[in-house]
């Protein structure tokens, strides 16, 4: 704590949420002049009030003292972030060169980067002793009193208000009643609980590699490590993910656990919560601003014992810190596009250094920086080469589709094999990368083909909703009936997607349920969930999507998966281009026999003889990543060098071209030769959503050099007047150039 001193003003340096590389002087409130760094404070920042963090005190400011503004408030009398969380976060705006206000804005819920004076607590309802020894069938007359008993007496531990709501929807008028009759008692936090009542179920038999993976983590915990647990799909990772948790929590513990993607969430809470009897909270975009500040404050304060959430769930502060988990670790989903373009797996590495706790990373497929890592013995590796239980590895056989006769993406072969399936009451798994009915419309009189008007694109067809829409600005418009350039033409749908896969699939499939799962089918709340119920509960036949069904779902009666067109993925400008095609298609194939029946995997391609796709058959993605990492060494490309992109975007062709040829000026009187720079050029997609986009690449063999140019290129940039012009934006070891 600081507090005002009579003689000689301090001063708070205060972050403020702003795309601003600095920080701002304030003096004290004169009501309360006493806080502690990390607080919130409320300030006057131009015309509004806002949120801001102290993150300095001095005696000093390059401005007098008269034309400082006093800080308004002091919102929190002890931070709510701790001190490695802090540091944490100053690390990360060094790192990847952000403001730091907004970096540390980032770890809060939208609830409390408002003006929220008072941190709002959640209550906490437990059995009193005569609730926990009353026989519920005394309230046999009052059913829902008897079933909210039953609920507490079953879980053995308190339930947070929120918790309740998710359990039992019509809780209030219930609670009110058990808490008068005294069986139940309220409380400000949820208590530890002893280590008998943490498990409802027992932990399930392992193998001898996933009861190694066990042990290595376990015996590191207390102390900061990386693990990276290599399992092929099916081989039991979830599994030797809750058994090591149970260990941290008979520790008194808690556990991050952060997936990709929001698809992945409901089936490992689900999971989770029948393994364990402790509070988990849950953290992703879809939730109500209520409900994420809810998990956050449940972690923070330590009445929830796991968090299970997406990417930006990182930064949530952990009261008693005991293990943080990434599953699906080579994702790309990990890696922040837009604003503060952080990758959170490499930050929750950091973040496990700081807070002295072993870190584990899980995937199938890892993504060859793990893998490098793993080599350099910088990560300890751990291998589940074989699928758990009675599972069997399924059987992948390549297609060729060349001049054969096709049905909307079907060959007659995979068709078969579909009647196959179902006629044996087995479901099958349809993989198409694209929405819509098809990616391109054009006119078969003149060629006209249907272009984003703001976008270097074709528009999708949406033959659901009668639309043509851009998938990446997000245009709309109807679809025509005639071509608009010659008036007369037929026009005529090109190329795959799940829509026009769908309406195939209902004519040669009438009779069978078809469940198609993509973006634009899962929009309505809970709709998702609904579909993955009906599928595990086998009242699905046919299921066809896109990416959200490629990892982490496990449905036991499907033995059929097949991949319509894995060749779109083999040429690309970009390098990560056949990482990202590898791992996918494994993903996806995991799909298959998950169960004791073994699966087969069909890929239909016009390439059957791509090294790629005969390697992965063959040899299995491992021999794949030593391929390709020996290649990526060759080309001095990442993980054996680092990158940094600049990017910058306006209306006009002119200005991010000239801004980015003045960067490269700059840049070119600070570096050594130790940085290429590379640009400026125009981006893959050179015109989106109306704005030109042009980049320049910062790459070197030593990431020390690289840092170094950009810590005094950043403040360069900034003071530009060419930069008020457009947007700009720097992305630190970028997962892809577009």
């Known amino acids: 704590m600081a507090k005002l001193n009579s003689e000689a003003k301090l001063i708070f340096r205060v972050a403020i949420a702003v795309p601003i590389f600095r920080l701002f002087d304030y003096l004290p409130p004169q009501t309360n002049p006493i806080a502690a760094i990390g607080a919130r404070l409320e300030v006057q920042f131009g015309r509004q009030k806002t949120i801001g963090f102290l993150v300095e005190i001095v005696k000093h400011s390059e401005f007098p003292n008269d034309k400082l503004k006093q800080v308004l408030r002091v919102l929190d009398e002890q931070p709510l972030l701790s001190a490695p969380d802090l540091q944490l976060l100053h ?88 808490l008068a009759k005294a069986l139940l008692t309220t409380q400000s936090a949820s208590p530890s609980q002893p280590i008998d009542a943490l498990i409802k179920q027992d932990a399930l038999q392992c193998n001898p590699p996933q009861q190694a993976a066990i042990n290595a983590v376990c015996e590191g915990l207390g102390q900061f490590s990386v693990f990276l647990l290599e399992g092929v799909t099916g081989s039991g990772k979830t599994e030797v993910y809750m058994q090591i948790i149970q260990a941290v929590l008979a520790r008194g513990l808690q556990v991050l656990v952060l997936v990709p993607e929001i698809t992945l969430t409901p089936q490992l809470e689900a999971r989770f919560r029948q393994r364990f009897a402790v509070n988990i909270a849950i953290s992703h975009s879809k939730l109500t601003d209520k409900q994420r500040c809810n998990a956050w404050l449940q972690i923070q304060q330590g009445s929830s014992a796991i968090l299970l959430g997406t990417r930006s769930a990182l930064f949530t502060p952990l009261k008693n810190p005991g293990l943080i988990i990434l599953d699906e670790e080579h994702d790309a989903s990990f890696k922040q596009q837009e604003g503060f373009r952080f990758s959170a797996r490499d930050v929750a590495v950091v973040r496990g250094k700081f807070l002295a706790i072993p870190v584990l990373l899980g995937s199938a497929t890892p993504s060859l920086e793990s893998l490098h890592n793993a080599n350099t013995k910088r990560y300890q590796w751990l291998p589940l080469p074989e699928r758990a239980g009675q599972a069997i590895a399924p059987v992948l056989q390549l297609l060729d589709i060349r001049n ?100 195939v ?188 986009r042009y980049q320049l690449l910062f790459q070197s063999s030593q990431r020390r050099s690289l840092h170094h140019l950009l810590d005094e290129l950043m403040p360069k940039i900034e003071q530009l007047k060419q930069g008020k012009k457009l947007r700009w934006s720097l992305d630190v070891d970028p997962v892809d150039l577009y």
Not at 415 to 438: C, D, H, M, S, Y
């Open 91 to 178: 690390w990360a705006s060094r790192y990847y060169h952000h403001p730091l206000g907004e970096v540390i804005s980032s770890a809060f819920p939208v609830i409390l980067r408002r003006n929220q004076s008072m941190v709002p607590t959640e209550k906490y309802y437990g059995l009193t002793e005569l609730g926990a020894a009353t026989d519920s069938l005394q309230l046999k007359r009052t059913p829902k009193q008897k079933a909210v008993l039953e609920m507490f007496q079953a879980n053995h531990h308190p339930f947070s208000s929120s918790a309740l709501c998710r359990e039992y929807k019509n809780w209030r008028a219930p609670v009110q009643q058990l």
């Open 404 to 503: 054969k006769p096709m049905q909307e993406g079907l060959s007659n072969v995979l068709i078969e094999e579909i009647k196959k399936t179902v006629a044996k009451n087995e479901q099958v798994l349809l993989f198409l990368n694209r929405r819509g009915f098809a990616p391109t419309l054009i006119c078969h009189a003149c060629g006209w083909v249907a272009r984003c008007l703001h976008c270097d694109a074709n528009l999708v067809i949406h033959s659901h909703s009668k639309q043509l829409r851009c998938h990446h600005c997000g245009k709309e418009q109807p679809l025509p009936d005639h071509c608009p350039a010659c008036k007369t033409g037929e026009l005529t749908a090109l190329g795959l997607g799940t829509e026009r896969v769908e309406k």
């Open 505 to 692: 699939l209902m004519q040669l499939f009438g009779d069978k349920t078809i469940a198609r799962l993509d973006r634009d089918s899962t929009q309505r709340k809970g709709s998702l969930e609904s579909y993955l119920e009906q599928i595990n509960q086998g009242s699905v036949d046919i299921i066809l999507g896109t990416q959200m069904l490629a990892k982490g779902h496990h449905f036991p009666q499907v033995t059929l998966v097949a991949l319509l067109d894995v060749d779109s993925g083999l040429f690309s400008i970009d390098f990560h281009a056949t990482e990202k095609l590898a791992q996918l298609i494994v993903q996806v194939s995991g799909r298959a026999g998950r169960a004791e029946k073994q699966g087969k995997v069909i890929m239909q391609t016009r390439r059957p003889d791509h090294p790629l796709l005969t390697t992965l058959i063959n040899e299995g993605y491992h021999c794949f990543a030593k391929t390709a990492l020996a290649e990526r060494q060759l080309a001095a490309l990442p993980p054996f060098s680092y990158q940094a992109l600049l990017q910058a975007q306006a209306a006009d062709d002119a200005i991010p071209q000239n801004f980015l040829q003045t960067v490269l000026e700059l840049a070119q009187h600070i570096n050594s030769s130790e940085t290429q720079i590379l640009g400026p050029v125009p981006a893959p997609m050179a015109r989106r959503a109306g704005l030109y």
